[in-house]
């Protein structure tokens, strides 16, 4: 399995931006297609975005489409989830994970993700 570590979180007031960055251990990092989950207190945890391993294909849920964008750079390791337009509703502790071996990404992959990290928490003030 690979070892996942987020980073990027923090407080930020509505309408603003932020960066968040998923580092992964493994040296075959560039099989693995990743995910980002959020989960708020008192509610389900939601499947955001995913990339694939390449970079060439990814989702997005509705609620994030035009405003988050998930790339990948895999000479470092790292998925990033760049966040723009933030709502007080996007306050969440945001977590990644990964699946190996070219796994394609859609709606239905939110249940293929094996590795997980422990997550950052993004809080959006009003």
């Known amino acids: 399995q690979v070892q996942l570590v987020e980073s990027g979180g923090g407080l930020v007031q509505a309408g603003g931006s932020l960066r968040l960055s998923c580092a992964a251990s493994?040296?075959?990092?560039?099989?693995?297609?990743v995910g980002w989950f959020r989960q708020a207190p008192g509610k389900e945890r939601e499947y955001v975005a995913a990339v694939n391993w390449s970079g060439g294909s990814t989702y997005y849920v509705d609620s994030v489409k035009g405003r988050f964008t998930i790339s990948r750079d895999n000479a470092k390791n790292t998925v990033y989830l760049q966040m723009t337009g933030l709502a007080p509703e996007d306050t969440a502790v945001y977590t990644c994970?990964?699946?190996?071996?070219?796994?394609?990404?859609?709606?239905?992959?939110?249940?293929?993700?094996?590795?997980w990290g422990r997550g950052t928490q993004v809080t959006v003030s009003s």
């Open positions: 994970a990964a699946v190996c071996c070219y796994s394609p990404v859609s709606e239905r992959s939110r249940f293929d993700f094996a590795s």
């Open positions: 493994a040296r075959t990092f560039s099989m693995y297609s």
